[in-house]
């Protein structure tokens, strides 16, 4: 790995394995997260988003393959990079008799405030005291949070917001959040988008998995999409899209209009079928400006051309092997 | 009508573990104590010392109950009731608050309000199921007491009083679901009770009158204010009076209707006490593993030196007593030798006996600081500990440091009462001062043992991280039989040489041997260690 490519690729995994007895949760994954970028790690529910995280964050040692995250061994560097990372756990767990106040200023002290891997004392009292206490109060009241409140009594979405106010009122380098928005309701999700832009803005590198696409297609700036322990898909939203076809739809005109040979001339289609009183076919998402001759020849009323749906790829790699 | 029974039968079958435990432990004290007393105190002149001296003796009257007469049934009750009592209140009030409190926490009982049940349902059920419980509770203790050479009447009687003591906590514990939002909250409000309950009957009997003859006392008034010393005042076997036992059951009736009255007018979930709120922002120490541990460890930690205080306080009170006991009763001090097997005097072997028990109470601590680890582990929150820049082997170490301060404060609270207890003594003019020097070698000589349980445990939590929480009791259950009961009940030497506390040292003056507290120290540093090292390579498991 040469220098330039360390300083590129904040998490670097290449033929990951993980085993636990004689399941195995991860069969060869790779993944590349590049500074700076907002990452969606995609996939169905036990795919193994879970487990690379923890992998990623030192929790469980991988049986097989490389990993590093700046460029070093996260099971053995794992306090050392802790001081550059942030993270939400998929399914957050509170202590039963802490306020949730209590439960992030905890977090935040042990994480420290220092930014960029200062391991000396400092923390949220330390060095960084007055930006830690202005953060957690924005955070708290734009989650509209209640911080007196037992962990007992917290709902789910309530202790995720613990979980997320805890991560972003330390600064970090690189955020690793495992389904964050899970249990937050559309408005919340709303504040979490803003607070990844935010910390996206300042340059930090945002690791986020998800089992549904629309929640990070807005924020990612690449997906990787991962199925029973391996990487299926990997690369921007746009080269994504290249991969999925566009569903053109119109108003049948009936047998005169639109005999089955004309039809067929449209050399493009794929899966064309009649229903409903429309016509509707799909083409390669390249070849769209191609078939436009044709359908004007077709003399078409009610032109549908639907964008190209990651969700549609998303659906298709799901779909197999299950 | 339906309801209640299907919820009654479902209640049940939940139970049948639990309660068993409870109702045949109990039933097995009574049982011990009948036979047990028959066999140390067989004659009545001895009794007659001993229960003259109990007269005398506040500290035994709090611990034990009213002397009324002199005759083997009446010792036995003077010796167990009371404390036959304190387990059914502690029995029914707990299963009061799980039935109820502890569902609507749960959300469980959402389910059931959500069906056409009536609101009431469930706790009527918790009610008829507490009273069979209690029932058969009674009927157990009785047939311990036949079982163990009582006379039938006064057995029968002392079962009604447990019973009915059993049954005025049980509402209580119904009537503190009602209050507590949380059942820990209940169950410390129903605790509370029944142990201000004890404390209340054993003060009343402190401050009681002898009467003629020395071996009877009449409580003055605060006993009257406790279910306990009203099930006392049945006095089996001598009066078997069983009038007072209708407080007990005007009790139950004031709070069962209390109790339906505020069922049929607050919100599922809600409670009349309104949930404390907590802290907006942690306090400023709150930045470590053991920080943590700590603020999740006290209030538990409390009882534990309340516990190791109360046996400190018997070991100093008794320590001027015994000695004169003693010498009228060579069988207590054989007895006392088989504990602790020691060429000290008397007094030493007292202390180191009683001691025992407060050793017992710290390793107890120690176990449950090292569980508390796991518990994290399992419950998901140890991942946000350690996502942070908190490493495996200083959360490990933050714990071993609070296992070890928790059985330092255990063993000085047991030591502060003891000297405390024994200056008392020495103010009065019973007890001699050099008796607090040894209570403070007692206490420190239980550190190497604790320590033991310490350090093993939290390496099985590093190998077998799974087993913890049943490997950590198991293995202090088997020492405390080995090592503290297997003298009296006859268990070879080389069995007992298994637990740690048979190797605690004894104090007996310069004849003391250290060697096999050495031994335990090396031990414990070396499972410490290996713990630590170990640590590095350990994921973490769920």
Redesign the interface.
């Known amino acids: 790995m040469d220098d330039a490519h360390t300083h590129d690729t904040v998490v670097e995994a290449a033929g990951l394995e993980k085993r636990f007895g004689r399941a195995t949760a991860l069969a060869g994954l790779d993944l590349q997260v590049r500074c700076g970028e907002v990452h969606g790690f995609l996939g169905p529910n036990g795919a193994g988003k879970s487990t690379t995280i923890r992998v990623l964050l030192g929790l469980a040692r991988a049986s097989a393959g490389s990993v590093t995250v700046f460029g070093r061994d996260p099971w053995r560097d794992a306090v050392a990079l802790h001081a550059r990372i942030a993270s939400v756990p998929g399914d957050v767990s509170l202590w039963p008799n802490l306020s949730g106040g209590e439960a992030i200023d905890l977090i935040g002290r042990l994480r420290g405030g220092a930014r960029g891997g200062g391991l000396g004392g400092g923390g949220p009292r330390g060095g960084d005291a007055t930006g830690y206490g202005a953060r957690r109060a924005r955070l708290i009241e734009t989650f509209q949070f209640d911080p007196t409140k037992k962990g007992r009594s917290y709902s789910k979405g309530n202790r995720q917001k613990v979980a997320l106010i805890a991560a972003f009122a330390t600064p970090a380098d690189l955020y690793i959040l495992d389904e964050p928005t899970s249990g937050l309701d559309p408005i919340m999700e709303a504040v979490f988008d803003q607070e990844i832009r935010r910390v996206a803005g300042e340059g930090a590198t945002v690791l986020l998995s998800s089992h549904i696409l629309s929640e990070v297609e807005q924020l990612c700036d690449r997906v990787s999409i991962i199925r029973a322990g391996r990487t299926v898909e990997t690369g921007t939203l746009a080269e994504l899209r290249h991969l999925t076809r566009t569903e053109v739809s119109f108003a049948d005109p009936g047998e005169d209009g639109a005999t089955d040979a004309r039809l067929a001339s449209i050399t493009d289609a794929h899966d064309l079928r009649r229903a409903g009183g429309r016509i509707r076919f799909t083409v390669d998402s390249d070849a769209v400006s191609r078939l436009l001759p044709a359908l004007a020849d077709l003399e078409v009323r009610g032109l549908v051309v639907a964008p190209p749906s990651l969700e549609e790829l998303f659906l298709r790699h799901y779909g197999e092997g299950s | 009508m339906l309801t209640v029974r299907t919820l009654l039968r479902s209640a049940i079958r939940r139970d049948r573990v639990t309660l068993a435990i409870w109702i045949l432990g109990t039933a097995l004290l009574a049982l011990f104590a009948a036979s047990a007393v028959g066999g140390t105190y067989g004659d009545e002149a001895e009794r007659t010392g001993i229960l003259r001296l109990a007269v005398d003796n506040p500290a035994i009257l709090l611990l034990r109950g009213l002397p009324h007469g002199t005759s083997l049934p009446a010792f036995v009750f003077f010796q167990i009731f009371t404390w036959l009592a304190l387990l059914a209140g502690l029995m029914s009030s707990f299963l009061a608050v799980r039935h109820t409190r502890a569902e609507e926490?749960s959300g469980r009982a959402e389910f059931i309000a959500a069906t056409p049940a009536a609101r009431t349902a469930p706790t009527v059920a918790a009610l008829v199921h507490g009273v069979l419980a209690d029932l058969v509770l009674g009927a157990a203790v009785a047939a311990a007491l036949v079982a163990g050479g009582m006379p039938g009447p006064g057995s029968v009687a002392s079962g009604c009083a447990v019973a009915a003591v059993g049954v005025a906590f049980l509402t209580v514990g119904l009537l503190a679901a009602q209050f507590a939002?949380?059942s820990?909250g209940a169950n410390t409000l129903g605790v509370g009770a029944v142990c201000a309950a004890f404390l209340l009957r054993g003060l009343g009997d402190a401050l009681g009158t002898p009467e003629a003859g020395g071996a009877a006392m009449a409580s003055s008034w605060p006993s009257w204010l406790s279910p306990i010393g009203w099930g006392q005042h049945v006095f089996a076997f001598t009066d078997d009076d069983l009038r007072p036992l209708l407080l007990c059951l005007a009790l139950a009736v004031a709070c069962s209707a209390a109790v339906l009255v505020l069922q049929a007018r607050r919100d599922s979930g809600a409670s009349l006490l309104p949930?404390?709120?907590?802290?907006?922002?942690?306090?400023?120490w709150?930045?470590?593993s053991f920080a943590?541990g700590w603020?999740?460890h006290w209030p538990t930690l409390v009882a534990w030196c309340a516990g190791g205080a109360a046996f400190g306080l018997f070991a100093g009170g008794l320590s001027g007593v015994v000695v004169q006991a003693a010498e009228t009763d060579p069988d207590l001090a054989a007895n006392l030798r088989t504990i602790v097997p020691s060429g000290g005097s008397v007094t030493q072997v007292l202390i180191a006996a009683m001691f025992a028990l407060v050793g017992v109470i710290a390793a107890g601590s120690a176990t449950q600081a090292v569980i508390r680890l796991r518990q994290e582990e399992a419950?998901?929150?140890a991942?946000?500990?350690?996502?942070?820049?908190?490493?495996?082997v200083r959360w490990l170490g933050g714990y071993l440091a609070l296992g070890a301060l928790s059985i330092a404060l255990v063993l000085a609270s047991g030591a502060a009462a003891s000297a405390g207890a024994v200056f008392a003594g020495v103010l009065a003019g019973t007890d001699e001062p050099r008796h607090a020097a040894d209570s403070l070698a007692a206490a420190a000589a239980q550190l190497p043992a604790a320590l033991v349980y310490l350090a093993v445990l939290a390496l099985l939590f590093v190998l077998l991280p799974g087993a913890t929480a049943a490997l950590g009791w198991a293995l202090l259950g088997a020492g405390v039989f080995l090592g503290v009961f297997g003298g009296l009940l006859g268990i070879p030497q080389w069995a007992r040489d298994l637990s740690p506390f048979t190797h605690t040292p004894v104090a007996a003056g310069a004849g003391t041997d250290l060697g096999g507290a050495g031994w335990m120290v090396l031990l414990a540093a070396a499972a410490a260690s290996a713990a630590l090292v170990l640590m590095r390579r350990r994921?973490?498991r769920g």
Request: charged fraction near 35%.
């Open positions: 926490e939002r949380t820990r949930a404390r709120v907590g802290r907006a922002a942690a306090r400023p709150l930045r470590s943590l603020r999740l419950h998901g929150t991942e946000l500990l350690l996502s942070t820049r908190l490493g495996r994921e973490l």
